[in-house]
């Protein structure tokens, strides 16, 4: 027993017959109780590791444990797994209590209906959905149906809950609605959640962790702040906040990092931040639009293109060297767009990466 690792991923590989390598060895661990969020743009293979952990997918090589056991050779059935599929997949012609209900009426859990009824009934009620017992999934908002298939994947009392992208059919306001009763209710019941969404809000907002995927390999498997603070790699900082970060075409030749029309010694960056030597050569630097500011003087030189209110800060919206960039400054700042500004980025909180898009900085 390890708490740490009541979820454990090693070296996970999947081909896909026609030859498609989905998942590239990977590895991650979940503890016990955490609801961990798998992040990344469609086609990175959130699915693909569901469908595996569940059952429905055999690997091509690695192992999964569960509570320390390798899992890869149990039936699906067999997995004490929760699953809520991105579609709900309810039943139609069942009503919501028989749709709750029906896992404990089938196979080896089958057990007397009003035993089955009564802890159907237990779910429906942390789920809130009791007073719809007797209608139709039909009948149903995309947030009531979303419910019901929670209450359906908990009845068993599975150790692990899978959720593939569960808030993706419902409308925006109803999505931050649900995601922080997802959160409530997981945490309520104390079990392992994997929660899978493409959005990175969504993952920052409710993931005790997020592991960030790409093209099947993990890319970061860390704290929230982190992806904002310390990204791994270009994808990283690029995926991971809103608005999306400012990326500027650099060189670097000896102490001198020199972008379109700015320069910046390699002595004025905190040391302490660099993960190797810089060498010459091309470089894309990077900096959070709240990282770079308007200022008496700066390292660019712009003109406002456009201003966006986002809640209680705007974004000022310029073009640098052809590329759209942009600076997070507060309501206040009276700026508009045509003007002219000066911008100063914090060079603590730059970020340099090399041509295959390791941060060096
Ligand atoms: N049955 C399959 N056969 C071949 N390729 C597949 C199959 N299922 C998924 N893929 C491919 O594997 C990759 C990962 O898919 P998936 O896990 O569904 O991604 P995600 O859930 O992150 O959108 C995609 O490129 C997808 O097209
Ligand atoms: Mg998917």
Same mark, same amino acid.
């Given at each position: ?47 693909? #590791? =569901?469908? +595996?952990?569940?059952? /429905?997918? @055999? ?5 999964? %444990? ?93 150790? #692990? =809950?899978? +959720?593939?992208?569960? /808030?993706? @059919? ?5 999505? %931050? ?100 030597? /810089? ?83």
């Amino acid at each position: 027993m390890n708490d740490d690792k009541f979820v454990e991923v090693k070296n996970l590989k999947k081909v896909y017959d026609n030859g498609h390598e989905a998942i590239k060895d990977v590895s991650f661990s979940v503890k016990k109780g955490d609801l961990v969020c798998l992040l990344g743009p469609s086609g990175c293979g959130k699915t693909t #590791i =569901l469908n +595996m952990l569940a059952g /429905l997918l @055999n690997p091509t090589s690695g192992d999964i %444990l569960f509570d320390g056991k390798s899992v890869v050779n149990v039936a699906p059935k067999d997995r004490q797994i929760g699953y809520v599929f991105q579609n709900y997949a309810l039943y139609p012609h069942m009503t919501v209590l028989q749709n709750v209900m029906f896992p404990l009426t089938v196979g080896k859990q089958k057990m007397p209906k009003d035993k089955a009824k009564a802890i159907a009934e237990k779910y429906m009620e942390t789920t809130q959905i009791m007073e719809l017992a007797d209608q139709k999934p039909g009948n149903l908002s995309g947030g009531q149906q979303q419910r019901v298939a929670i209450a359906r994947a908990l009845v068993q009392e599975p150790k #692990i =809950l899978l +959720m593939d992208e569960p /808030l993706s @059919n419902l409308d925006a306001r109803l999505r %931050l609605k649900i995601r922080e009763e997802i959160r409530t209710l997981v945490k309520k019941v104390g079990i392992t959640t994997l929660f899978v969404t493409h959005d990175q809000e969504e993952a920052l907002s409710i993931g005790d962790k997020i592991i960030l995927f790409n093209n099947g390999v993990i890319q970061q498997d860390d704290l929230g702040q982190n992806f904002y603070l310390e990204p791994n790699n270009y994808f990283v900082a690029n995926f991971v906040g809103n608005p999306v970060i400012d990326n500027f075409k650099v060189t670097v030749h000896g102490d001198k990092i020199t972008g379109s029309d700015f320069e910046i010694n390699v002595n004025d960056l905190d040391k302490s931040r660099f993960k190797r030597d /810089l060498t010459d050569g091309e470089y894309t630097l990077s900096v959070r639009p709240e990282n770079i500011l308007p200022a008496e003087t700066g390292h660019v030189s712009a003109k406002v293109d456009d201003v966006e209110l986002i809640g209680r800060e705007r974004i000022l919206k310029f073009t640098h060297d052809g590329v759209q960039a942009r600076s997070l400054v507060n309501l206040e700042t009276p700026i508009k767009a045509g003007d002219g500004i000066n911008l100063k980025m914090r060079l603590d909180r730059v970020f340099l990466f090399d041509k295959e898009g390791e941060r060096v900085y």
